[in-house]
């Protein structure tokens, strides 16, 4: 699959109503807090829309003169009535704003890991085509940046729309309350806030994209800076590399400007034009009052309202225009979601046997490890054929040997028999049966694997261990290293079995971290063992000591090897040389070499060097 | 810049107070009918500019035309400030980019060997940004509140000093409470990154390892594992906001307290008579453009300590010293003999890795080098292209002092290829042209070939203009092993290198490159080093290398019969197909 189809892609036309109608079911269950997040932030509108009223109301009241039994006075008995008034009002309205923050961080903290949680389920259910053909990074994005944005609209992009939208509403219910004329001329400025308002936020949104884009261009440019520097030196490549660069910070800085012009016009268009609100409301107004039509409280409400209109309506704007932005990340987010796995369980054998979840392990039949593909077929999507018409018959706890060059489909022969992959056509059996009429998990929870790049994860090495068989004891964990020589180094280490073995076991050397990985997978005691390259990234000293540990791990278990080093499987049952997808000879060592065929050049060559080394490392 | 951009924010600043005390007037003397008695002079000039306050009485709309103005101002002001203080931020944020990409590039060799790609990326992104945000967005904040504050008492105080002591009481407070809050939920923010962190971690891991998640049938261990970190850092992002509910409540309700108390205050002092009602206004208004500023400045300060860490990162990185060239070094003809005498080096103190080095290499010699890892074979490579420089003793080409030829010069003429190449992300033809800017396809095509590597890259799709690097098709060891020989060859080296740059290439390959190279052969000077005993074999000269020190050197022919390493290495390797005969028969 090409790289560019993960490329992100940013822009989507219209709205998307599907999309958002499955965003949607996330958040039904959260039904009664999305009910009072809208309730409170409709109340927190109407008490922002008070706040002038009440004040209109204190001057024309208490500041302006009263005509009060034939005779003009200053009258402030209401006061004290006013200032609890107003005291209530302020409490309720930060009440208001406390619920309103706490409800909407609730409802984002909760979706977002609800969506989270769904999407890693199903990657869970994914089957290994779709994570060989999908970069770690974009599946990471996914269930980090993805999922923050999607939670933000539903949360924060929601509850200031109602907000917004109630604001206006309220506003302009008060306005034409208070006075019809005035109201009149005043919302004239609305559309045109709102006009200019989405314009512009579309435009930023848009432009800060561009930024965001060339910066990761220059985050890539460093890692390559960085990582290929002893190179650039050898080839006196630095001043042209920097010129490259600089270009790149030369466009992220326009790019940059671009956005902040955009936001520098914005800006003090939106303050202009409120201005121009409050200019109208000021002539207007200044000539009915002067005409004594109108209280100076009233005019000062309708400065205010004409002043503050801005607010909601560059919130509802903004919230707009990042409706799209989310609607891209809700669509990316529900792909992954809706990829189908290409494996799949039939549903009468997960019927009969459970699958991952619900694993019926007391109707699993033990396996002896007799394995043989049939007719087998295969090939990855839209590619070549990796594998024709392959027979292979082991028997139970014999050691198969896989060699050949990159490419020639031995990796492909582990993934089928690990049902990483299953068969185009044609079938394996497992102790003579299909293996499609057992669950993945019956095959996999039997299977020992050993990598070339051994992964650990996080946590102890006891915990590591535990992974092979999560019912074990610490003794048997400690039986484990010790069948596998892993147990002195475990112990010379300061917290034993409790050390840390940092991120994907950082803070092991290779050696160690593949003795571990021995060790997690022999303790679940499989009758079927693979090791995958599992040798070849490690010094011919730690090789030695692992290679007992091998012999030990493979006794009585079917086996399949896949090897660089010729000295880890000359001592295997069977050895396969393979090429393009057919084995091209088959036997023991023995017979392979006395063959003089490729085995034999393989072998020789393998060996030349394998020795070679030895004998220089001696020497230092 | 920065300079105008402050000058634009106290402009605005200054401004947003006239505004109000437009209305102000408008309110008491042209529609109260109270005698004018204004004491700012430019209020004065702006109002006598529109034909004086009679003027606004025979027509109100000229006092609005007046308003209006002064919001032009603002906006002009803001749009001068915004634009100002973004090109400066996004100059200052380019120029730190390329002073770090420039001087991470010029960091010697060695820093490169130690260095930890990830935590440099982090610091020549993340941290630059860091700092970025504060000259653009935190500068402006912290300038807003100050003017703001400033003009308010400037303005406030000839009208009421009374009300303007009101005014200013709760703002130290709102202050104090943005700064404590921000700074004491610090660590409910950390904690909230941490897990945030380690439940990525758990995701990447978790898919980085899917192989060995599903060939242990895990799939619900794994998920357990991310419900519960995904619920632990669900709950502590809650807990952020719960913190964040309480700071916007709380400061709401002391910052409406203030606008509020104002307000009722001024009330009273109107009943007095000590306040018209459009001084009220004025104040209200005031007060609240004093406020919001105040509180935004508490949470900015708290965060300064992040902005000094990062500075502190880069600055880590630009200090460290670039390399240098020695004072005087020239360019030199490099077609000549090179003669080591006496030379030691020593990566760090007391740890030699060669002592008293002596040799000649005549030019336009084959010289192969056989010694095992550590030996110091790289090393002596790596002095020829003074990617790091001898301690004591003499090396010469062509007679001249090795110190004393300048790096450029150097590097541009020594065609080097590293046993690990790297490949830019660009196309193939690309990288094949990085050596030379001057060469031509059929220049390209020869190089290729002799590399081997022409028939591999023409079986690709797009054949030379195959994408390769992070964002293109990923070619195996030996496949970049040969991009880079043939990139090397390009250059037409007066001396070349193959430290150990065959090693991912199978042995026939191998062969035919080598027989590629002799045929093609100029007279430039060659070192290969290789761990295959055939590459060797055919060279003019082998040396052995045996802890930092020549053990011996001869041809083929001349050091089998001397015996030693190379000898046994030799006989060994012929022994082996007579052990396999055996194995075989028995």
Not at chain 2, 213 to 231: L, M, P, S, T
Not at chain 2, 535 to 547: K, Y
């Given at each position: ?206 432009a800060h994209r561009e930024s965001r884009k060339i910066n990761s261009k220059i985050t890539g440019a460093y ?314 990234s490690i010094d011919t000293e730690t090789e030695r000591k692992i290679q007992s540990a091998i012999y030990k ?68 | ?94 120029r730190m980019k390329d002073k770090l990409y420039d001087h991470i590039q010029k960091l010697p060799y060695n ?476």
């Amino acid at each position: 699959m090409s790289s560019h189809h993960f490329e992100e892609q940013d822009y989507t036309k219209g709205f998307d109503f599907t999309t958002w109608k499955k965003l949607f079911q996330f958040c039904a269950r959260y039904k009664k807090r999305f009910a009072q997040m809208f309730a409170i932030s409709i109340l927190l509108a109407v008490g922002t829309a008070l706040f002038p009223l009440l004040m209109g109301y204190a001057i024309d009241n208490f500041v302006e003169l009263q005509y009060i039994g034939g005779e003009y006075i200053r009258d402030l008995s209401g006061l004290p009535n006013f200032i609890v008034w107003v005291s209530l009002l302020i409490v309720f309205q930060s009440l208001m704003t406390y619920l309103f923050v706490w409800l909407a961080g609730r409802i984002q903290c909760d979706v977002t890991a609800d969506v989270r949680e769904s999407a890693f389920h199903h990657l869970q259910t994914l089957s290994f085509s779709y994570f060989d053909n999908t970069p770690t990074g974009w599946i990471m994005a996914r269930l980090t940046s993805d999922v923050h944005s999607i939670g933000r609209i539903v949360s924060w992009g929601a509850i200031d729309i109602v907000n917004g939208v109630f604001m206006v509403l309220f506003y302009v219910i008060f306005m034409f309350i208070v006075d019809v004329r005035l109201a009149l001329i005043t919302i004239t400025i609305f559309p045109v806030l709102f006009v200019v308002s989405y314009y512009f936020q579309k435009r930023i949104l848009k432009a800060h994209r561009e930024s965001r884009k060339i910066n990761s261009k220059i985050t890539g440019a460093y890692n390559e800076g960085i990582t290929g520097a002893k190179t650039t030196k050898t080839l006196m490549r630095e001043g042209r590399n920097f010129d490259e660069f600089e270009g790149l910070s030369g466009g992220m800085r326009k790019a940059s400007i671009r956005a902040a012009t955009l936001t520098g016009i914005y800006f003090p268009m939106i303050v202009l034009i409120g201005g121009v609100g409050v200019a109208l409301v000021v002539g207007a107004g200044g000539s009915v009052v002067l005409a004594g039509g109108l209280s100076l409280g009233v005019l000062f409400i309708f400065i205010t309202y004409a002043n503050q209109m801005s607010e909601p309506i560059s919130l509802i704007a903004q919230v707009l225009s990042e409706m799209q932005s989310a609607q891209a990340s809700a669509e990316r987010t529900m792909s992954l979601l809706e990829s189908q796995p290409d494996i799949v369980d039939r549903p009468d054998v997960i019927e009969k046997y459970g699958d991952f979840e619900n694993p019926k392990r007391e109707a699993w039949d033990k396996i002896t490890g007799r394995i043989t593909f049939e007719n087998v077929n295969f090939n990855y999507k839209n590619a070549e054929t990796v594998l024709s018409d392959f027979n292979l018959d082991v028997k139970a706890g014999e050691k198969i040997a896989l060699v050949g060059e990159t490419g020639s489909g031995k990796s492909t022969i582990i993934n089928l028999l690990c049902r990483f992959y299953e068969p185009c056509s044609g079938q394996i059996l497992i102790d003579g049966m299909d293996y499609r009429e057992r669950p993945q998990i019956w095959l996999q929870s039997n299977l020992g694997y050993v990598l070339q790049s051994p992964h650990l994860f996080s946590g102890t090495i006891r915990e590591n261990i535990r992974y092979g068989n999560l019912d074990a004891t610490d003794q048997e964990i400690e039986e484990a290293a010790k069948t596998v020589d892993a147990y002195n180094f475990i112990m010379a280490s300061e917290k034993g079995f409790d050390t840390d073995v940092g991120e994907g076991g950082s803070r092991l050397s290779t050696g160690e971290k593949q003795l571990i990985s021995f060790a997690r997978a022999i303790i679940g005691d499989p009758a079927i063992f693979v090791l995958d390259e599992a040798t070849s990234s490690i010094d011919t000293e730690t090789e030695r000591k692992i290679q007992s540990a091998i012999y030990k791990t493979l006794e009585g278990r079917t086996s399949f090897i896949v090897a660089h080093r010729l000295s880890t499987i000359r001592h295997c049952d069977r050895i396969l040389v393979i090429d393009k997808g057919k084995i091209l000879e088959m036997g023991s060592h023995k017979e392979l070499l006395a063959q003089k065929g490729h085995y034999h050049s393989l072998y020789t060559n393998q060996f030349k060097k394998e020795e070679q080394s030895r004998i220089l490392q001696e020497q230092s | 810049m920065f300079f105008v951009a402050m000058v634009c924010s106290a402009g605005s600043a200054f401004s947003n107070f006239v505004a109000p005390l437009i209305i102000g007037i408008t309110i008491d003397n042209v529609l109260g009918g109270l005698p004018l008695e204004q004491t700012n002079a430019f209020i004065m000039w702006v109002v006598g500019l529109f034909g004086g306050v009679e003027a606004f009485e025979g027509n109100i709309w000229l006092a609005a035309l007046a308003y209006l103005s002064i919001v032009a101002l603002i906006a002009i002001f803001i749009f001068g400030r915004h634009r100002m203080i973004s090109q400066f931020g996004e100059n200052t944020a380019k120029r730190m980019k390329d002073k770090l990409y420039d001087h991470i590039q010029k960091l010697p060799y060695n820093y490169h060997v130690h260095a930890k790609a990830g935590d440099l990326i982090q610091r020549c992104t993340a941290d630059v940004e860091q700092v970025r945000r504060f000259l653009q967005a935190q500068t402006v904040e912290i300038g807003r509140a100050i003017f703001f504050t400033a003009f308010a008492l400037v303005m406030m105080i000839p009208i009421s000093a009374t009300l303007t002591w009101v005014t200013m009481g709760f703002l130290p407070i709102i202050f104090v409470f943005s700064y404590v809050f921000f700074k004491y939920c610090r660590k409910v923010f950390k904690l909230a990154d941490e897990k945030d962190g380690e439940m990525q971690s758990v995701l990447q891991e978790s898919v980085t390892g899917i192989r060995v998640v599903r060939a242990f049938g895990r799939a619900r261990f794994e998920v357990d594992k991310f419900v519960k970190k995904n619920e632990e850092f669900r709950d502590l992002d809650f807990k952020q906001m719960k913190y964040l509910s309480w700071y916007w409540g709380l400061s709401d309700l002391l910052c409406f307290a203030q606008i509020m108390t104002t307000f009722v205050v001024g009330i009273f002092l109107t009943y007095n008579g000590t306040l018209t009602l459009g001084e009220l206004v004025i104040f209200n208004m005031f007060t609240a453009m004093v406020v919001w500023p105040v509180r935004q400045l508490g949470r900015v300060l708290s965060d300064l300590g992040r902005m000094q860490v990062a500075v502190e990162r880069i600055y880590e990185v630009l200090d460290e010293p670039a390399e240098t060239d020695t004072e005087g070094a020239t360019s030199h003809d490099l077609q000549g003999d090179i003669v080591f005498q006496n030379v030691d080096f020593e990566y760090e103190e007391g740890r030699k890795v060669f002592d008293n080095l002596s040799f000649t290499v005549k030019r336009g010699e084959t010289i192969a080098v056989l010694g095992a890892t550590g030996s110091g074979k790289s090393t002596l490579m790596h002095i020829l292209l003074r990617l790091y420089d001898y301690k004591s003793g003499s090396i010469t080409i062509n007679g001249k002092e090795l110190r004393d030829i300048s790096k450029e010069h150097l590097r541009h003429n020594v065609g080097m290829v590293l046993q690990e190449p790297f490949l830019y992300s660009k196309t193939i033809m690309s990288n094949l042209k990085m050596a030379k800017d001057t060469t031509n396809d059929p220049e390209v095509y020869e190089a290729t070939k002799t590399a081997s590597a022409h028939g591999f890259i023409t079986e690709f799709e797009e054949g030379y203009e195959t994408l390769v690097g992070e964002r293109g098709t990923t070619l195996s060891g030996g496949q970049k092993q040969r991009v880079a020989i043939a990139r090397t060859l390009i250059k037409n080296s007066q001396l070349l290198i193959f430290d150990d740059s065959l090693s991912a290439v199978d042995t026939e390959t191998d062969a035919q490159i080598r027989q590629a190279l002799e045929d093609n052969k100029s007279d430039a000077t060659t070192f290969i080093i290789s761990q295959r005993i055939t590459t060797l074999m055919d060279a003019d000269r082998i040396f052995v290398i045996e802890q930092g020190s020549l053990a011996d050197h001869g041809t083929h022919e001349e050091l089998l019969e001397r015996g030693g390493l190379y000898k046994r290495i030799w006989e060994i390797q012929a022994m082996i197909e007579q052990d396999f005969e055996q194995e075989v028969n028995t």
